[in-house]
């Protein structure tokens, strides 16, 4: 990785001085340069590119534009996953995993994971990717400060060599210090992606290649939460709290090659068109836990924080997983009908260590999970007027079963208001490390046979100029999870065992999500509120009745227009529950009934600006920590973020 931030650090200062002239709001002027003012050759008319010739194009072919203003919603993005995390509760650290408050904002493959999901938050998957199509080449950087030593940069060229052809390069670079013991953030994201078409589209092609790497230093969260809760001012420096975990560390490494392409069998296009597609996804993973020291101290105590283990010091877990994915595909569009698409896909996985456990009860746990899988399945896409719809059906044809029906209709009644309906019903595999895990602690193995979770889900969404709002009814059958099975007697001495876990009852959760933004003159408020709702007869699903985020900002141009600026606090708050804890020997959140989080303000002063294509932000995060009550955690025994100030900027160059 420091090889591509070497090459950043060449590359990019050459297009740095490729300032251009004022555009008018629709035009881009993207050849003319900065001339000295005793130049008296006449210039020819430069070329203006428009904004619409800077397309984004997702996975699912959807396109967007380069997008250089400043409103308060791309300010919501302006952090370490670079989206509005509204729903997410961060870590102390930046990079550190994300509680989630909002469960709607879980996603739903019906294929085996290696799972570790609360080291995924920042995993750019594949759907993440975007591909693009470029009239001059677009750069953009991206620069936050970071919690003490350290700082989040995020570098992006794009190029289209011809018209038919993109080349795009990036890659982000965090690392930060933290306030606490053992905390440091280190993590690396290199995305490469090729997009092309020929002259009449009959061939086109979307592919990228990533290589990304997350390094936590893991405490394992504050031993004595009443320290932290206390108005101790020699606490105030959170280096004197004791933690649990003073050398241990978790990585995850994943490397991608991903191809998604499609060829036209008739020559010419017209009102019928056949089409045969691939797609193909190799991944590897890999997940390791690090602790050199077993024995955490609480106070004077020695504890053996995660129980027995087969060795005395140096535990080294790792685990191993690798993907193939191939879908080979038949469509036929009409111009009338839609577009038919037909496939079959092969999913091969291995889930693998290095050795096989023998138990002392004769309990044996493999040393790896061989999956093949084999599916079929129709696609079908509709378009037409104000109606635009598509609609997944696949269902396995090997042993497992494993299905997935997934269909979204959007109607536009107009360009303003804009109605979205989805209803999905998957029968979904369980992620690997659910069904077989090792470790060198002892109750930290096991080998199951989970069943399928079974996920209905029912959701609409509305936009308009007045409202947002998205309700959501979910019916979880088979739920799996993590939960403390730790004995009363080891909950005693703070030896915490977490264990995967089946529910064998129906959860049903409702959500309801509104958004609406109220101006006067130059100042506006801008909110957003969440209420959930969960039917259960056992603590599984727990989430905060209420989450809310509301935001008064004054906004204004100065200096002739030169500059837009916005100003204003932010206020987040969230109904208390028992929140779920995070576990970094496995590295996800388990179920818990001790600790309850939540019900406490947090208040962000914020300074956004503009000028051309710059925007700087600066906030004051969490001020209101240095006078309040410190009752604030993300989850039990780890505290949210104190109060800090920090700076960003977004920079785009339109070469």
Known sequence: MRIFIFLYLLVVPTLLFSQEKTASKNNLDMNTKYSSINDTLKKKKAKIAKIDQYQIITLEHDTIYADTSLTIKSAYKQNYLRKDNFGLLEFSNI?????????????????????????????????????????????????????????NVDSFITLNTSKN???????????????????????????????????????????????????????????????????NADYKNRQRLQVFLTDAESMLKGRRFFIDHAFRINPKGGSNNLYLTHQFNYEGKFYEYKQPTLLSVVGTTSVERFGDAYVTSNINDKTRFEKLYNKVGLAYENILLGKFNFFIDDYRSNYKYDRVIIKKDGTIIPDNLYQEINNVGGQYEY???????????????????????????RYNLNEKIQFDFRYRNINKLPNNNYNLYQSSYISYNWSHNFKNEKINQLSANIFTPW???????????????????????????????????????????????????????????????????????????????????????????????????????????????YGNAYNPVIGEFFVQSTKEIGNYANFDFFVNARIRQTRFYLKAEHFNASFSQNNYYSAPNNPYRDFIIRFGLVWNFFQ
């Open 467 to 577: 409202l947002n709002a998205e309700a959501q009814y979910s019916v979880l059958n088979d739920h799996l999870y993590f939960a403390d099975v730790s004995s009363p007697e080891q909950a005693a001495v703070n030896t915490q065992i977490i264990n995967p876990a089946q529910y064998e009852n129906a959860i049903n959760y409702f959500s309801i999500k509104a958004s609406r933004e109220f101006k006067f003159g130059r100042f506006a408020l801008d909110n957003t509120l969440l209420y959930q709702k969960v039917d259960q007869s056992e603590f599984v699903l727990n989430v905060p009745d209420f989450v809310t985020r509301n935001t008064l900002y004054y906004s204004s141009y100065f200096f002739k227009k030169a500059l837009f600026m916005q100003t204003g606090i932010t206020f987040n708050y969230f109904t208390k529950y």
């Open 165 to 231: 052809l993109n080349f795009s390069i990036a890659y982000r670079g965090l690392r930060s210090e933290g306030d606490y013991i053992n905390q440091l953030v280190s993590a690396g994201n290199f995305r490469f992606t090729t997009s092309y078409a020929t002259t009449n589209k009959r061939y086109i092609l979307n592919a990228h290649v990533t290589y990304q790497d997350i390094m936590n230093e893991e405490n394992g969260g504050i031993t004595t939460p009443s320290d932290f809760e206390s108005n």
């Open 95 to 151: 990079g550190q995993t994300y509680n989630t408050l909002h469960y709607g904002l879980t996603s739903f493959s019906p294929y085996p994971e290696i799972g570790f999901a609360g080291k995924h938050f920042d995993y750019m998957q594949p759907e993440d990717i975007r591909y693009y199509s470029v009239a001059t080449p677009l750069t953009e950087l991206f620069f936050n400060t970071t919690i003490n030593k350290g700082q």
């Open 383 to 409: 378009q037409k007027n104000k109606w635009n719809g598509r609609f997944l059906y696949t269902r396995s044809i090997t042993n497992q079963s494993l299905s997935d029906l997934d269909a979204k209709l």
